[in-house]
């Protein structure tokens, strides 16, 4: 990234604390992120991809402030606002905006669109006079697709690709810097998914907004993103510009991924192999010793067990894996 970041964050950890089964015991804790680094630059998408259950969610929260940081350092430009006042937090909700993942249920089925995208400006641009929100509010629904028609019907009475509009014209009417989106493709129609997906791409053309795109479909990810981070298990397993992370991946839970997507060339799919995961996600409440992919690793060894794998630089990229180099895809049907 040429320019500095906007929004980066340093070890972010994310733990909640469980009941114990009995007074005697120890509480346990859900490390729903346990580690995560990133930063985002103005004009640049940062993709985030890991199974159900892997935390990007929760970390996707944590940088909004909607989820309580364990540990770690948030900075907002130069400024640390992990622990700050809550002039530093409402900074940060200006500047940072969330678009979730079921465009309905986002939406408060009581309020018009024209009530629901100038929400924000009620709480964040208080200066603004009752005809410049009107205008910006507009503004925002033209630049989306919507009409000015539409400022007084309500969510129900849209199809769920112009419900995620709608939530697109209301996180960005306050003009922020950083743009959240947590899987907002995942809940539409294959061709709705594209308009969508181009709609965020020619919105940030055109503001330059750091935008952070959490989904599950990889060819989403690779259209939209210039770099991408892999997540397991709260812990990032691999980090790297996405045209070479798709073409060349280095964590054996990258492959396993990679694996999985089909191919539109008949040859290519019919050679493609699978790496076949075996058992299920552990529980982030009691991960695995070491590194906590081992479990389901087909090229773990012995010593994957004894220690963390620390994030270390292998070819452009960043690796979390004690034996990136030596991993032979032929070993593994």
Known sequence: MSSPPVLSADDIKVHFPLRADWPWQTAPVLRAVDGASLALSAGHTLGLVGESGCGKSTLARALTGLA????GRLHLGDRDITRGSTRDWRALRREVQMIFQDPLASLDPRMTVGQIVAEPLHHLHRDL???????????????????QAHLNRYPHEFSGGQCQRIGIARALVVRPKVL??????SALDVSIQARIVELLMELQRETQVAMLFIAHDLAVVRQISDDVRVMYLGRLM?????AQLFDAPRHPYTKALLSAVPRPDLAAERARRRI??????PSPANPPSGCVFRTRCPWARADCAEAVPEPRRLEGGLVACHHAESIDDAAVA
Not at 68 to 71: D, K, L, M, N
Not at 129 to 147: F, P, W
């Open 68 to 71: 309580p940081i364990t540990a």
């Open 129 to 147: 006079s009752r005809a410049e929100r009107r205008k910006r509010v507009a503004d925002m629904l033209d630049r989306v697709g919507l009409a």
């Open 180 to 185: 959240i989106c947590d899987e907002p493709v």
């Open 238 to 242: 691999e980090q790297a510009p996405a």
């Open 276 to 281: 076949r995961l075996p058992g299920d996600l």
